[in-house]
């Protein structure tokens, strides 16, 4: 079952711009982390969010959680061509991970 | 720098036959976790392992067994390959999860299988 569904599904911008991505998810979390994949690889964590957590902030990522409202967003300031990738949402289940569908970023140079 | 290494980038093989896929972690992460990726489905977990020998069902399980007989070491078996199984594999560790808590996820770079 796929707890995590993240929107846009295909996001293209030019580079300089920010990208902004949600995550909506169903059940109650501890936890809920981002990835990125890029093409035909395997997946970079980026960073992590606690429930008890609104904000945090990496390098050029900034990402926010709503537990009220049970989704997440992933900010990407400035962006560049290099991040083109995909970037998935996880969510905690039972000793696991639930991934969504991803959502793929495309930055035009 | 951390690691985890798959057994092969790239793997063609036929119908019927017995398909193992190995991953090894050199970070002494207790758990293991193998992922199937298909386009526009995301990452769907096919099992689990907690610790040596044991072992949890995923989302999709059916066709596949696994076998973690060394803490660094977590094989897929495809016990009888078949073509929807064709797809690209990924393995990944992380630590223990403490109090319910999840910790990331550390990645291999996959493996594409093709059933023909």
């Known amino acids: 079952s796929q707890q995590g569904e993240e929107d846009p599904q295909a996001l293209s911008i030019q580079e300089g711009e920010n990208a902004t991505m949600n995550c909506s998810y169903k059940?109650?979390?501890?936890?809920l982390q981002w990835y990125r994949q890029n093409s035909g690889r395997g997946l970079v964590h980026l960073i992590l969010?606690?429930?008890?957590?609104r904000e945090k902030h990496s390098g050029r990522l900034r990402v926010t959680l709503d537990t009220s409202k049970k989704s997440s967003s992933l900010l990407i300031t400035a962006s560049r061509a290099a991040d083109t990738a995909s970037y998935f949402c996880?969510?905690?289940?039972?000793?696991?991970?639930?991934f969504g569908s991803g959502t793929r970023l495309q930055v035009q140079p | 720098d951390v690691k985890v290494t798959q057994s092969s980038r790239y793997l063609v093989k036929r119908t019927g036959e017995k398909v193992f896929l190995e991953c090894v972690q050199d970070?002494?992460?207790?758990?293991m976790f193998w992922y199937r990726q298909d386009p526009g489905l995301g990452l769907r977990l096919i099992y689990f392992?907690?610790?040596?020998?044991?072992?949890e069902k995923g989302d999709i399980p059916e066709g596949y067994s696994v076998s973690r007989e060394k803490k660094e070491r977590f094989s897929l078996i495809l016990e009888s390959a078949s073509t929807n199984q064709t797809s690209m594999y990924l393995c990944?560790?992380?630590?223990?999860?403490?109090?319910?808590?999840?910790?990331?996820?550390?990645f291999g770079p996959g493996t594409r299988l093709t059933v023909t």
């Open positions: 392992s907690y610790d040596v020998k044991m072992k």
């Open positions: 969010i606690r429930s008890n957590e």
């Open positions: 970070m002494d992460h207790e758990n």
């Open positions: 996880a969510t905690d289940r039972r000793r696991a991970l639930t």
């Open positions: 059940t109650s979390i501890n936890n």
């Open positions: 990944a560790s992380s630590l223990s999860w403490y109090r319910g808590r999840s910790y990331e996820q550390y």
